[in-house]
């Protein structure tokens, strides 16, 4: 008796991801989309670097429907050594002008910098995010040489505070970038 082995296939256009794959009982199973939650959009903003021990982040993510985060990517333009570390808050009006509030929704710990480009750092316990509410995402790094993509076409303030990574802030004070930030920083999300 032969046995006909079939590989599942990922493919991924314009930030979604769908698995399908045969089974060895011939159906086919399809496993949840994931789709992207914050700003992946082209940069053009140029970078920031020199942030090491801070939390640093924007109001990047509002779903459309209640979502399950798996993990955080961050694009970086410079750099791409030492750990990275990304986290969720919620906000404190829950709208996009509101500043992170109380601990930290989840995190992803330390994970090292895979290089430039996207890096992508596993997430869980995050809960379920609720649809229309905005939440946070920050990020931080334990080495100057880092330089996240910022994008310019949609500005909104985003904040900072002083932190030791990959701990981050339960309360305290959220300081407002002034002139704007946008970081290239989004939420890989499914239904």
């Known amino acids: 008796m032969k046995r006909l082995l079939l590989f599942s296939f990922a493919f991924v256009l314009h930030g979604q991801t769908s698995f399908t794959g045969t089974l060895s009982n011939g159906t086919v199973g399809t496993t949840a989309s994931t789709s992207t939650c914050g700003n992946n959009a082209a940069g053009g ?15 990047g993510c509002t779903p459309s429907a209640n979502v399950t985060v798996q993990s955080c990517s961050i694009v970086l333009d410079l750099g791409g050594t030492g750990n990275l570390s ?14 992170p509030t109380g601990a930290p929704l989840c995190s992803s710990g330390s994970v090292a910098a895979t290089g430039t480009g996207t890096n992508t750092l ?42 030791t990574l990959p701990t981050y802030p339960s309360g305290g004070t959220w300081t407002s970038y002034s002139p704007a930030q946008q970081y290239r920083l989004w939420l890989n999300v499914t239904p």
Do not use: H, R
């Open 45 to 59: 903003g140029g970078s920031e670097s020199g942030n090491v021990n801070y939390a640093m982040g924007n109001n």
């Open 86 to 99: 990304c986290a969720v808050y919620a906000t404190s009006t829950g709208a996009s002008s509101g500043t």
């Open 122 to 163: 596993p997430l869980s316990g995050c809960g379920t995010l609720t649809s229309g509410t905005n939440y946070a995402i920050v990020w931080g790094t334990d080495t100057s040489a880092n330089g996240i993509s910022k994008y310019t076409t949609s500005e909104t303030a985003g904040f900072y505070q002083s932190s």
